[in-house]
């Protein structure tokens, strides 16, 4: 299954997505006609666990979308899982340090770059897939095509960003802007010198390292500004949020409001 975010990266296009938090294989399956090149299953805010999120990626995959996933936490099981089940990228969030990106690239690639367990899974066909013909075409192709993605979204992060993009292993950075405001001191004030200067800072290293820069947005308008601005690509909202503003925008259409 081509990774649409990362073959547009390499041919200098940019991607768009969205989350998904419903938890509904349907509701992502659906996503085929939008457009859309990426959904990320959600197991970090939603209550989506991983055979949830295998059903998930699975209507993702089937519906010809890039299905990348939200860890919940930093550890071998939460990146491992994921990967094992079909997720062609993982995001991880509260990133703090340095050594926390150094553990997930040992969790999240296979030798030399990493120390990731082997097993015959979805994500390689159970053995079967081309690319999983021989073990070692299987770690190089997964090594090569599924991307670890640590999210930006702490001060610590921030503080060693340059290093973090450099590092091998790392595809790029996921930006979490409204976490970022918030330990920044400006909760949601995207415009606050300091919390602008940030955001550019984290895309203007990714773009030096030669990683993927990728950023939520909360609106077609942020969307534009954040690819204006340079982002590779743009993860746009959620689906739990435009649930509810298309229906409450309908019920205001029906009462005249």
């Given at each position: 299954?081509?990774n649409?975010v990362?073959?547009?990266f390499r041919q ?5 997505g969205t ?7 349907l ?11 990426y ?8 209550p989506?666990g991983?055979?949830s ?25 939460a ?6 089940v079909?997720?062609?990228g993982?995001?991880?969030p509260?990133?703090e ?13 296979f030798?030399?770059?990493g ?6 899974t979805r994500d ?11 073990i070692s075409?299987y ?22 960003i ?5 590092m ?11 976490d ?12 606050a ?7 550019l800072r ?9 990683k993927?820069?990728?950023i939520f947005?909360g609106?077609a308008?942020?969307s ?12 746009m ?6 649930y509810?503003?298309?229906y409450k925008?309908?019920v205001?259409?029906v009462w005249?409001?």
């Amino acid at each position: 299954m081509e990774n649409t975010v990362l073959e547009k990266f390499r041919q200098g296009r940019q991607s768009l997505g969205t989350f998904s938090a419903i938890g509904s294989p349907l509701a992502v399956e659906s996503l085929r006609y939008t457009g859309l090149d990426y959904v990320i299953v959600d197991t970090e805010h939603s209550p989506a666990g991983i055979e949830s999120a295998a059903a998930q990626i699975a209507a993702a995959q089937g519906a010809g979308l890039t299905a990348l996933a939200r860890a919940n936490e930093i550890s071998r099981t939460a990146v491992l899982r994921l990967l094992d089940v079909g997720a062609q990228g993982v995001v991880v969030p509260c990133v703090e340090t340095v050594e926390e990106v150094r553990e997930l690239v040992r969790y999240a690639k296979f030798a030399p770059l990493g120390n990731r367990g082997f097993c015959p899974t979805r994500d390689g066909g159970w053995g079967y897939a081309a690319h999983a013909a021989s073990i070692s075409g299987y770690m190089e192709t997964s090594n090569r095509e599924t991307l670890l993605l640590p999210q930006c979204e702490t001060v610590g992060c921030l503080e060693h960003i340059e290093e973090i993009t450099a590092m091998d292993g790392v595809d790029g950075i996921f930006v979490g802007p409204f976490d970022l405001s918030i330990a920044l001191g400006h909760p949601g004030e995207f415009d606050a010198p300091v919390v602008h200067d940030a955001i550019l800072r984290v895309q203007a290293a990714c773009r030096r390292s030669g990683k993927l820069s990728i950023i939520f947005t909360g609106s077609a308008a942020a969307s534009r500004q954040r690819f204006a601005e340079g982002f590779d690509s743009v993860t746009m909202g959620m689906d739990s949020l435009f649930y509810v503003e298309m229906y409450k925008n309908l019920v205001a259409d029906v009462w005249g409001k």
